[in-house]
């Protein structure tokens, strides 16, 4: 099994929809993070969490919300999706600020 | 506001040509630097990261970096390019306590 496992794989939503991308890992490290890729802009960081009882924003955290289930669960939702949000999200884990580990991402469509 | 830039956005490349991606960073004190390579269709490999000491930089597949720390600098460099290298290149920073934030990319294109 994969260290860090996101769910779907790829995702077809309708504009206004309420969406739920799912994230867990197996390396039992504390630190997680949501990331969405978009050609010629990179990685940006929509939430992080350092532990359980920790939720930060990221650079880009409108439209968006995250629940920190567990150590090993962090889910990212989009209340009500529209299309910009259109991206390749990618999930990851870090022991303190070095090793970090990332899924293999989920492709969201908006439609 | 910290950011990370990468000065080029696309490099064309014949197999065997030098190979050199700029990255510069706005943050000041201490940082943590990261480059990472994601091929077509793949999720993001770490090529190599520096924390402390020498400030250059192994990684795999031949690529080194570079840090300095005066120009806030972190170039990442190969000495002879292969076309399995064409993917995109990002680097990364982040300081202790900070999620680490990435640049843009460079998407990196070797001919052979």
């Known amino acids: 099994d994969a260290d860090v496992t996101q769910t779907p794989r790829n995702r077809i939503t309708k504009t206004g929809k309420r969406i739920m991308l799912e994230c867990s890992q197996t390396?039992?490290?504390?630190?997680m993070y949501w990331y969405r890729q978009d050609p010629g802009l990179g990685l940006r960081l929509i939430y992080y969490?350092?532990?359980?009882?920790?939720?930060n924003k990221g650079e880009i955290s409108d439209g968006y919300s995250v629940s920190r289930q567990a150590q090993a669960k962090f889910s990212l939702s989009l209340e009500s999706a529209i299309p910009n949000q259109t991206a390749l999200y990618f999930c990851?884990?870090?022991?303190?600020?070095?090793?970090?580990?990332f899924g293999s991402g989920t492709r969201l469509t908006v439609v | 506001a910290q950011s990370v830039s990468q000065h080029n956005h696309h490099v064309i490349l014949s197999e065997a040509a030098s190979l050199e991606l700029g990255c510069n960073y706005s943050y000041g004190g201490t940082v943590n630097l990261f480059w990472y390579v994601q091929y077509p269709g793949q999720h993001l490999q770490l090529l190599l990261k520096?924390?402390?000491?020498?400030?250059l930089v192994k990684g795999i597949k031949g690529f080194e970096a570079e840090f300095i720390k005066s120009k806030f600098s972190f170039n990442l460099r190969k000495p002879s390019v292969q076309w399995s290298d064409t993917a995109e290149y990002f680097c990364?920073?982040?300081?202790?306590?900070?999620?680490?934030?990435f640049g843009k990319g460079t998407t990196l294109s070797v001919s052979s």
């Open positions: 390396k039992g490290h504390d630190r």
């Open positions: 990851a884990t870090s022991e303190g600020a070095y090793g970090y580990t």
């Open positions: 990364a920073v982040n300081q202790a306590g900070t999620a680490l934030i």
């Open positions: 520096y924390f402390s000491g020498d400030p």
């Open positions: 969490s350092f532990d359980v009882k920790d939720i």
